[in-house]
């Protein structure tokens, strides 16, 4: 793993590295300064996670927002791009940018997620992107309502799937990257975005459009969205099939299931993660821990921290910023008691009442990770 740089394409170059920013508090305070980076896991095609010690705002900037790609992308050209919606439909459509415009618009703030976000974290190790912390993000996504579109093409009975496909140029001989979901979901809540963070959709998040799925993992937010299908049935294929499932009931770590016993990855589980923690603190002096905590659930009810694994917890102050399937942020001002190693942990529990486990659930693709996060402190009398 190591910092973006190099040889990258333009595109990804001027996304990726164009910013300087330093933020000036810490540059007055004397403290070493956050750069502004991804991490790359993947060259081809580009992967990337935030560190964890960036991730400490509301919103998270769209040049430090994870890039999750399964093939490189062929981005289209925005004045020529199309959206087709069809299949089980009284009038199939086709869109241009200017006509999607046109519905009413409407703003989300809310988590996107890699399913595979913190698969390093498994033992025994399960492979694929070795993700840690930061394949996550929360956002502020404009566009118009699934809901909107599917009632101007008229909606038949027989539709129970949306089936979604963009532009992706996968090698020859590999699988298209496709999708399917409910259409319960798809109407009660996604959105085809064309601005992130009241910008134009950055290419490499999917411009010019792409799917947001509130609660629901990454691999339903379809980028470079170039279909909507009302099918049946839902989408086969590797990524139905045998990519994005996740057992029906858990299992033993290192034991793996055939497809017919997993079902797809749909909404996140309840997780909380320490984004801010000094290493060292002196008994009796108060040092402040922070974090964001989310969920597939609309809210985070509480976030608590623990210095002695877990016997005891502290209730955090989660921020006041708040959004149905958005992040919270929490901090809490926690006091050292005795000196020495300190393990401290954090958990969330959401507002349907999960609340997040010692130990994620081994499974053998390494999704949906959300074990308690835990960071050391060094204390000293
Ligand atoms: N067309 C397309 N859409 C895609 C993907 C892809 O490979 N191709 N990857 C998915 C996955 S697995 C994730 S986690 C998110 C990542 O979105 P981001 O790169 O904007 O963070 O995009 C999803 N949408
Ligand atoms: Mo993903």
New binding site residues.
Partial sequence: MKAVSGDLTPLTRRTFIGVGAVTLASTALGLPRPERRLLQMNAY?PDAETPLDLLTTYITPNDL???????N?AAPDARTWKLTVDGEVALPLELSLADLKRFPRTTVTCV??????GRSLYTPPVPGVQWRYG?V?NARWTGAKVRDLLAKAGVKGTAKHLHT????DPPSKTPP?H?SLEIEKALEDAIVAWE?NGEPL?P???APA??VVPGW?????????AKLSLEPDPEKGFYMDVG?RYPAKPGEPGVTFKSEEMRPVTDLFVKSNITGAPARARVGSPATIRGVAFSGAPDIAKVELTDDDGKSWKAADLGREHDPYAWRLWSLSWMPKSPGKVRLAARATDSRGSVQPREAVWNQSGYLWNGWHSAEVEVTA
């Fill in positions: 095609a927002f994870f890039v999750r790609h399964h093939w992308a996107l997620q890699c399913a595979g976000n394949a993000g496909a963009g532009t992706d990257f999708r992130m950055p490499l998040h999917g792409r799917l993992a990454g691999d339903h937010w379809m980028k470079w969205l994005y």
